[in-house]
């Protein structure tokens, strides 16, 4: 029997040495340069964090390579460079940023029957879509539908008018929101959309000023929103202003400047200060490597990363094995909190309300009850105030 433990023993000693002599592939298909750049290099950083940290602990027993490539902002490149990455026998792909780009790369990795994990597409389209999709960004339909009622039930706008992109993102978070704020009672008077910003928008911005909407609801992605909010403001619009987590990159809402301030949005909870051990290690990694705090995409690029990752500790490096891990994650934490993804490949997750304030990203929720507590420790103080003031003079 003791000769057979030591067998055992060495044949497991065999088995780890051999996982980390051979690196087990990861691939990421981003968007580092065009349009979408803004949310794909904070997701890069996120990514390559994680594949340093997993390098650094001495209990993980496989070593990672990672490949990066770039689709350019272009669905039709990122679907050819994945078909690249799983054809050199990546485990699985961290990749299909925007929406566009995760709907033209989810039939190749089910061709491939291999994991493609996006960080940050959201359109309800995708929910389902394919055993082999999954993410770590909640979807549209809540981020949408949380909106809706922030509007009516907080905000109590009653009139909206919806400006939208013609872009499949667009079109599946608008239709949510019009769904939840009519339900609440609330209106939307008209849905205006815009096929570009390089075209002009002076009649676009006319109408709403013609209308009169006490809100407007912006469904774009950054640069379609900075421009939109933008010319709103320059033209006189001073009411409320709603739109999505694609206006969360920090960059884009300093570019937009002072008409940003008192837009709100809706994107997933994450808290630079948290004391959680996960967040702090991310967070303080991050500074160090990159001089800069971390914002909601490179949070959720690292977690994308960490996720495959812990998959892989528990299965090992057989795709069928790997894949069931995957679906069956429950009990990990990331940065950015839980992980647990549903029978349809959403991670169960819901947005919170943010607006922008000072040039930055301030959960409103938090915000107004730290603000109602500051509010009845000076009421309690200026009781017991009043009571030793009556206690000294008798009254």
């Known amino acids: 029997m003791k000769k057979k433990c030591i067998l055992l023993l060495a044949l497991l000693s065999t088995v780890l040495a051999c996982q980390k002599d051979k690196p087990v592939k990861f691939g990421a298909v981003l968007p580092l340069t065009g349009e979408a750049a803004v949310y794909g290099v904070p997701i890069r950083k996120g990514v390559e964090l994680a594949i340093e940290q997993l390098g650094m602990l001495d209990d993980y027993p496989y070593e990672?390579?990672?490949?990066?490539?770039?689709?350019?902002?272009?669905?039709?490149?990122?679907?050819?460079?994945?078909?690249?990455?799983?054809?050199?026998?990546?485990?699985?792909?961290?990749?299909?940023?925007?929406?566009?780009?995760?709907?033209?790369?989810?039939?190749?990795?089910?061709?491939?029957?291999?994991?493609?994990?996006?960080?940050?597409?959201?359109?309800?389209?995708?929910?389902?879509?394919?055993?082999?999709?999954?993410?770590v960004f909640p979807s549209d339909a809540r981020e949408g539908a949380t909106m809706g009622?922030?509007?009516?039930?907080?905000?109590?706008?009653?009139?909206?008018?919806?400006?939208a992109k013609e872009s499949e993102y667009a079109k599946g978070i608008q239709e949510i929101f019009r769904r939840e704020f009519e339900r609440h009672g609330g209106e939307v008077v008209e849905t205006i959309e815009f096929p570009s910003l390089s075209s002009d928008l002076s009649g676009v911005i006319e109408r709403v000023m013609t209308l009169q909407p006490d809100a407007v609801y912006l469904a774009a992605y950054a640069e379609d929103l900075a421009q939109m909010i933008a010319h709103l403001r320059d033209q006189g619009y001073t009411e409320t202003i709603f739109t999505t987590s694609a206006f969360a990159a920090p960059e884009i809402i300093a570019q937009v400047g002072r008409p940003a301030e008192g837009v709100f949005l809706t994107q997933a909870a994450f808290d630079l200060d948290s004391e959680e051990p996960e967040t702090r290690?991310?967070?303080?990694?991050?500074?160090?490597?990159?001089?800069?705090?971390?914002?909601?995409?490179?949070?959720?690029?690292?977690?994308?990363?960490?996720?495959?990752?812990?998959?892989?500790?528990r299965s090992g490096a057989l795709p069928s094995d790997f894949w069931s891990a995957v679906r069956s994650l429950r009990d990990f934490t990331g940065a950015a909190g839980a992980i647990q993804f549903d029978e349809r490949g959403d991670v169960q997750k819901y947005p919170?309300?943010?607006?922008?304030?000072?040039?930055?990203?301030?959960?409103?929720?938090?915000?107004?009850?730290?603000?109602?507590?500051?509010?009845?420790?000076?009421?309690?103080?200026?009781?017991?105030?009043?009571?030793?003031t009556r206690a000294e003079t008798g009254g």
């Not at 009622?149 to 400006?163: D, G, S």
């Not at 977690?303 to 495959?308: E, I, P, Q, R, Y």
């Open 149 to 163: 009622n922030f509007a009516t039930q907080k905000m109590n706008a009653e009139r909206v008018v919806v400006l």
């Open 352 to 388: 919170r309300v943010y607006v922008v304030n000072n040039g930055e990203l301030i959960d409103y929720e938090a915000e107004v009850e730290r603000r109602r507590k500051e509010l009845l420790d000076r009421l309690r103080r200026l009781e017991e105030d009043q009571r030793r």
């Open 281 to 313: 290690a991310f967070v303080q990694g991050y500074r160090a490597k990159f001089g800069s705090d971390p914002n909601l995409y490179a949070v959720h690029g690292y977690d994308a990363m960490m996720a495959l990752a812990e998959a892989l500790r």
């Open 64 to 135: 990672l390579e990672l490949i990066v490539v770039d689709s350019e902002s272009d669905p039709e490149k990122g679907k050819q460079l994945l078909e690249d990455l799983y054809s050199q026998d990546a485990l699985a792909v961290i990749g299909g940023v925007t929406t566009a780009e995760a709907l033209a790369m989810v039939a190749v990795a089910d061709e491939s029957d291999r994991v493609l994990m996006s960080p940050s597409a959201s359109t309800p389209e995708l929910t389902g879509i394919s055993k082999n999709f999954y993410r």
